[in-house]
T-cell receptor, first 112, second 111 residues
Framework: DGGITQSPKYLFRKEGQNVTLSCEQN?????MYWYRQDPGQGLRLIYYSQIVNDFQKGDIAEGYSVSREKKESFPLTVTSAQKNPTAFYLC???????????FGNGTRLTVT | KNEVEQSPQNLTAQEGEFITINCSYS?????LHWLQQHPGGGIVSLFMLSSGKKKHGRLIATINIQEKHSSLHITASHPRDSAVYIC?????????????FGTGTLLAVQP
């Protein structure tokens, strides 16, 4: 079955450490996205990529970095520069163009 | 004011009831998405519509472009429908799938 795999489901880190969240898709989708979800707020776009080796900042990119070396993979690094990293992170993908998004099951990151 | 507003924020229903969740938006859009988020956190896309009405099983989504309003209806609700329902607006002129999300409606259907 095609889908998006995010790992791990739960992640705990100490403040000051960088951490990388994994996102892999086997849907052959061109576009991939990272969203952050906080209680009481709508999802907010961190980064998106419409093609391999290219990506753009979303609305809240500060303190985050991404890479898109392969079509299937779009890892997100939460750096120590992100002031409030504890959140639920969702990865999504779609065919280029106006098509529905497919989401992963998310990674809950807790930084203490 | 948020560009996408949902109501109600919380909704409790008895099994079998007809449910309506509303979404209003203040921007020009090319499409409106309805999503379902289960307690584990994963999100499923239910509908993407730019006009009229779409139906899938017991779910119906409608949109009125002039009034900038969309509704999600669930007929014969069931406890397995309990989830957070999220609407998201795809802005005209925005990058592909750059969506503005509502804060969600938490639905609990009791047996």
């Amino acid at each position: 079955d095609g889908g998006i795999t995010q790992s791990p489901k739960y992640l705990f880190r100490k403040e000051g450490q960088n951490v990388t969240l994994s996102c892999e898709q086997n849907l052959n989708h061109d576009a991939m996205y990272w969203y952050r979800q906080d209680p009481g707020q709508g999802l907010r776009l961190i980064y998106y990529s419409q093609i391999v080796n290219d990506f753009q900042k979303g609305d809240i990119a500060e303190g985050y970095s991404v890479s898109r070396e392969k079509k299937e993979s779009f890892p997100l690094t939460v750096t120590s520069a992100q002031k409030n990293p504890t959140a639920f992170y969702l990865c999504a993908s779609s065919q280029t163009g106006r098509t529905p998004l497919h989401f992963g099951n998310g990674t809950r990151l807790t930084v203490t | 004011k948020n560009e996408v507003e949902q109501s109600p924020q919380n909704l409790t229903a008895q099994e079998g009831e007809f449910i309506t969740i509303n979404c209003s938006y203040s921007v020009g859009i090319s499409a409106l998405h309805w999503l379902q988020q289960h307690p584990g956190g994963g999100i499923v896309s239910l509908f993407m519509l730019s006009s009229g009405k779409k139906k899938h099983g017991r779910l119906i989504a409608t949109i009125n472009i002039q009034e900038k309003h969309s509704s999600l209806h669930i007929t014969a609700s069931h406890p397995r429908d309990s989830a957070v329902y999220i609407c998201a607006a795809e802005k005209i002129g925005g990058a592909t799938n750059k969506l503005i999300f509502g804060t969600g409606t938490l639905l609990a259907v009791q047996p």
